[in-house]
């Protein structure tokens, strides 16, 4: 649903949610809550995907201290190969707003719908470069997932994960025809599945 509502406007006790990791062949689902503090401005609040990775780090940190509230929540593996990639992400996403330490009024989602949630919510499409309280989502979420990629990296060396962070690059796909998938890919994605009937 889209509210017509200037979304620059609408900030009092507003959740921004959103995620990061849909499209890779392994590891969890990372999705955040972030309500912003009127009163506390960030500068700098982007979709974290146009950050440089030095400067998503320090909003991280700033995220985490300044925001009334925020949550980072997930669903692993083993919950997007049994419920799909869809499902997975939109009960991630639940878990991130109700893990928040205040209820919202409003949640706002970025993509095209919604989670089941207890509160108000919309969804708004590229809504990680409108709503500042999404683009702080979307930083807390792909920050913590980038790192999570790094130590999944040193535990499962030879597919290169700290560089493509999971997603089917050419160098993951030959790795994995190489290596055979690990327990932290989706055996519900494609490549993996087709490996695995091979």
Known sequence: MQLGLDFSQVQEL???VDEVGRGPLCGAVVTAAVILDPSRPILGLNDSKKLSEARRERLFDEIRE????WCIARAEVEEIDRLNILHATMLAMQRAVEGLSVTPRLALIDGNRCPILQVPSAAVVKGDSQVPAIAAASI???V???REMQLLDAQYPGYGIAGHKGY???VHLEALRRLGPTPIHRRSF???RALLED
């Open 66 to 69: 300044k925001a009334l509230a």
């Open 140 to 142: 807390l979420a792909k």
């Open 168 to 170: 089917p690059t050419a």
């Open 190 to 192: 494609a490549p993996v």
């Open 14 to 16: 507003v959740a921004g």
């Open 144 to 146: 913590s997932r980038d």
